[in-house]
């Protein structure tokens, strides 16, 4: 390959746009194209463990970050019903200390709002929905439903759980609905008895359900909550979500502590999203292209880790073809395989059992990885 590669990266979610930055700052020659024609404030929250805002101090966010968002001091994990302590994780100044970065709770939206501001101007299109991939060999046609026609070097699916990308790598196979659904929301904390546990950042376990609650904002005037409840089984897989009531709510968690009917009594806008995974896939890259996050590991959210996965991804493959140089692409892609599907598949299986800090454990194989300086395993 004779020069600096042209890089396209599809999809402009939470990996996408992470990879478009990095490599950008390594000084590929990179476009990013998005489907959406903008992005709305979505009504959820995300985590962001040390191993993320690491990599956020590479793109340039970290200290906007670290102004705006929540900082847990702990993670509770608490009886659904009787709010009895089974877990009490440090963060905060720990987590600081210990992983040399923050843990932070945040809105989604206000995360990837920060991440787009942070690609390098004039790389972005929005309106651009890829239909078709072809991997010509020396170079890779893309042909959008706009009717336009791009070509590249090299071709990065980050284009999440229905990847175009990964249908032309392994057909069309469809991601399985876990039997799980997942209520969330964001809204305005409630006022609530001082006498009700209300922690930063809480787990609420019953044996088949849970409920994630924890704040949005620094100043904790937003709090959001997702859950996990059977369900589902015939979801309309057209639907990426559809709107949800109270009354569902009050039903799945019926005799649940008086701190879960009081977020309960305090949300108003409550959304319902399937929960979806596939199991580890046999390759993620053939030839030219390459996948990264939902679109090769989607996932239960259950460990709050799945966007995680995919910036972690992003960062990983960008110091992968920084060592090769482009020009041994397939070399770099092969690198970054090898040193990304045990940690991913590892996480896949916890965030499927949903086990993760249900009971005191120690979370350094998570949030102590720095994708930055963890040596690489030789293909
Ligand atoms: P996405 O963020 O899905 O981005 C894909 C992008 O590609 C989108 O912008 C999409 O519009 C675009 N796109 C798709 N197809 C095309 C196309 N053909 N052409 C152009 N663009 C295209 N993860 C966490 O880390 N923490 C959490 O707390 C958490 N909570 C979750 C709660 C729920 C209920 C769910 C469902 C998921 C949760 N996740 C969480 C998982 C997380 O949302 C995903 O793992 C993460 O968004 C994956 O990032 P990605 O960049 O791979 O894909």
């Not at 404030?41 to 993320?52: E, F, M, Q, S, Y």
């Not at 920084?322 to 397939?330: D, F, K, L, N, Q």
Request: aromatic share 10%; glycine share 8%; net charge negative.
């Amino acid at each position: 390959m004779a020069g600096n590669p042209k890089i396209a990266v599809i999809g402009a979610g939470l990996g996408g746009t992470v990879a478009a930055t990095l490599l950008t700052k390594a000084k590929f020659d990179v476009r990013l194209y998005e489907q959406a024609e903008c992005f709305s404030r979505l009504g959820a929250g995300i985590h962001l463990g040390p191993n993320v805002t690491r990599i956020m101090r590479e793109v340039g966010i970290e200290d906007e970050l670290n102004r705006t968002a929540s900082h847990p001091d702990f993670w509770y994990s608490r009886d659904g019903v009787t709010g009895e302590i089974c877990a009490k994780i440090p963060l905060g100044d720990y987590a600081l200390k210990q992983y040399g970065s923050t843990y932070l709770t945040v809105h989604r939206g206000d995360f990837q709002q920060l991440l787009t501001e942070a690609v390098p101007a004039g790389i972005l299109d929005f309106n651009k929905k890829l239909q078709k991939v072809d991997d010509l060999g020396d170079k890779v046609v893309l042909e959008f439903t706009d009717g336009t026609v791009e070509y590249a070097d090299l071709v990065i699916g980050a284009d999440g759980v229905n990847s175009v990308i990964r249908e032309s790598l392994l057909g069309p196979e469809l991601p399985q609905h876990t039997g799980y659904i997942a209520h969330r929301a964001v809204f305005n904390t409630p006022g609530i008895q001082l006498d009700l546990p209300f922690d930063m950042c809480t787990k609420w376990w019953g044996d088949d359900r849970h409920m994630m609650v924890y704040y949005v904002t620094k100043q904790q005037d937003q709090i959001y909550f997702v859950t996990g409840v059977p369900g589902g089984e015939n979801w309309d897989m057209n639907k990426r979500w559809v709107p949800s009531t109270k009354d569902e709510l009050r039903e799945a968690f019926r005799g649940w502590h008086p701190t879960v009917q009081a977020l309960i009594e305090g949300a108003d806008e409550i959304t319902l999203w399937p929960l979806l995974e596939l199991a580890p896939l046999p390759l993620w890259s053939r030839g030219r292209l390459v996948l990264l996050g939902d679109a090769c590991h989607p996932m239960k959210p259950h460990m709050g880790q799945g966007a995680a996965m995919a910036i972690e991804d992003a960062a990983m493959l960008t110091r992968c073809l920084i060592e090769t140089g482009p020009a041994s692409y397939e070399q770099a892609f092969k690198l970054y395989e090898k040193n990304r599907t045990a940690r991913t598949a590892r996480v896949q299986s916890v965030s499927h059992d949903n086990t993760w800090l249900r009971t005191d454990e120690d979370p350094d194989w998570c949030f102590g990885y720095d994708v930055f300086s963890v040596p690489l395993v030789n293909i």
